[in-house]
């Protein structure tokens, strides 16, 4: 692939941690916008790109073929409306936006300009998953009966400061970890037929949360903290069970089914992502075949209803219904 130049907004340890893999393969980073213009100019001079004072001044530029969002998601709108307006695809960091109310604005902006927009979650850009879906379309574990997953580790040790943990920055369990859960049942079975939601917040955000997506004869129960460390996923059907450590990156998932094992390996990276997204920019796509703009839209929908019967407003919004 000729080399994909991305433009970046944020300089911070995400921006970082994808941009040491992304340099690996066919890509530079030719641009590079922060409110912090210290770590930005900083950020540019390592990969040799141009920074610029504002964002609107890195559009007008356009010397990049897609732009990276890799701000805290209270700033992903914003950024992503302007950019999706000039006519530049956009990947974008998850969660996409606080709500749904926020994804169906950059999902409306897509469409309007007919460009490019994905949310950047790299469980979905690995072939792993779709073989894990794969298995259970085939019956190879018989029906679902119960879906038990995890993903905790210990935020609330973090710095006061972490946009983690203040509510201003829509800090919490449920947007930063959450997302990766609720979107792996939806992908694999679909929007569910009730949500529950029981958390606990602290400080105007949730620290611990269960969430249970109930479906035609099984439920997913989600387990989510800011208090500990533990991540897991286990799909128990009536044949078999599938499992799956470390399943927001996992390199392997194991099936067993009527006394036999069986173990797929795959690959979760920052480098695969970022190569698929830039492929399906170049080919003129619209919507990520992997990452498909309604099941980010829809997984924010089930979040916002986690959210409310938690109580959880975030001190920039105001309580609305839909």
Same mark, same amino acid.
């Given at each position: 692939?000729e080399?994909?130049?991305?433009?970046?907004?944020?300089s911070?340890?995400i921006?970082g941690?994808?941009?040491?893999s992304?340099?690996?393969g066919?890509?530079a980073?030719?641009?590079?916008y922060?409110?912090?213009?210290?770590?930005?100019?900083?950020?540019?001079?390592?990969?040799?790109?141009?920074v610029y004072p504002t964002?609107?001044?890195?559009?007008?530029?356009r010397?990049f073929?897609g732009?990276? +969002?890799?701000?805290p998601h !209270?700033?992903h #709108?914003?950024?992503?409306?302007q950019a999706? *307006?000039?006519g530049?695809?956009? =990947?974008?960091e998850?969660?996409?936006?606080v709500?749904?109310?926020?994804?169906?604005q950059?999902?409306?902006?897509?469409?309007?300009?007919?460009?490019?927009?994905?949310?950047?979650?790299?469980?979905?850009?690995s072939d792993?998953?779709?073989?894990i879906?794969?298995?259970?379309?085939?019956?190879?574990?018989?029906?679902?009966?119960?879906?038990?997953?995890?993903?905790?580790?210990p935020g609330?040790l973090?710095?006061k400061?972490?946009?983690?943990l203040?509510?201003?920055?829509?800090?919490?369990?449920l947007?930063?970890i959450?997302?990766y859960?609720?979107?792996?049942?939806?992908r694999l079975f679909?929007?569910?037929?009730?949500?529950?939601?029981s958390?606990?917040?602290?400080?105007? +955000?949730?620290?611990?949360? !269960?969430?249970? #997506?109930?479906y035609?004869?099984f439920?997913? *129960?989600?387990?989510?903290?800011? =208090?500990k460390?533990?991540?897991?996923?286990?799909?128990?059907?009536?044949?078999?069970?599938?499992?799956v450590?470390l399943?927001h990156?996992?390199?392997?998932?194991?099936?067993?089914?009527?006394?036999?094992?069986?173990?797929?390996?795959?690959?979760?990276?920052?480098l695969?992502?970022?190569?698929?997204?830039?492929?399906e920019?170049?080919?003129g796509r619209?919507?990520s075949?992997?990452?498909p703009?309604?099941a980010t839209?829809d997984?924010?929908?089930?979040?916002d209803?986690?959210?409310?019967?938690m109580g959880?407003?975030?001190?920039?919004?105001?309580q609305?219904?839909?």
């Amino acid at each position: 692939m000729e080399t994909f130049r991305w433009a970046y907004v944020g300089s911070g340890s995400i921006a970082g941690n994808t941009a040491r893999s992304i340099v690996k393969g066919d890509h530079a980073i030719s641009a590079v916008y922060s409110r912090n213009q210290d770590t930005a100019a900083a950020f540019a001079a390592k990969y040799h790109a141009a920074v610029y004072p504002t964002f609107e001044a890195l559009l007008a530029a356009r010397d990049f073929d897609g732009v990276y +969002i890799a701000t805290p998601h !209270t700033a992903h #709108l914003d950024y992503a409306l302007q950019a999706l *307006r000039a006519g530049c695809p956009v =990947l974008c960091e998850k969660p996409a936006g606080v709500s749904a109310a926020q994804a169906s604005q950059m999902l409306q902006a897509s469409r309007d300009n007919q460009v490019y927009f994905c949310e950047a979650m790299w469980t979905w850009f690995s072939d792993l998953p779709y073989m894990i879906r794969q298995w259970i379309e085939e019956g190879r574990i018989g029906s679902v009966r119960r879906v038990q997953m995890a993903y905790a580790f210990p935020g609330l040790l973090a710095g006061k400061d972490s946009r983690l943990l203040r509510p201003e920055t829509a800090g919490g369990a449920l947007l930063d970890i959450g997302v990766y859960p609720i979107t792996y049942c939806y992908r694999l079975f679909g929007y569910p037929a009730s949500i529950r939601c029981s958390g606990r917040i602290r400080n105007g +955000i949730d620290a611990a949360e !269960t969430v249970v #997506l109930g479906y035609d004869g099984f439920e997913c *129960r989600l387990e989510l903290s800011l =208090l500990k460390l533990r991540e897991r996923c286990r799909i128990i059907g009536t044949k078999g069970r599938i499992d799956v450590p470390l399943f927001h990156m996992a390199s392997a998932a194991t099936l067993k089914s009527q006394g036999k094992r069986e173990t797929v390996q795959g690959r979760t990276d920052y480098l695969t992502e970022f190569t698929r997204a830039a492929e399906e920019i170049r080919s003129g796509r619209i919507d990520s075949a992997f990452v498909p703009q309604q099941a980010t839209l829809d997984c924010l929908r089930i979040m916002d209803a986690c959210r409310q019967q938690m109580g959880l407003i975030y001190p920039f919004e105001t309580q609305t219904k839909e």
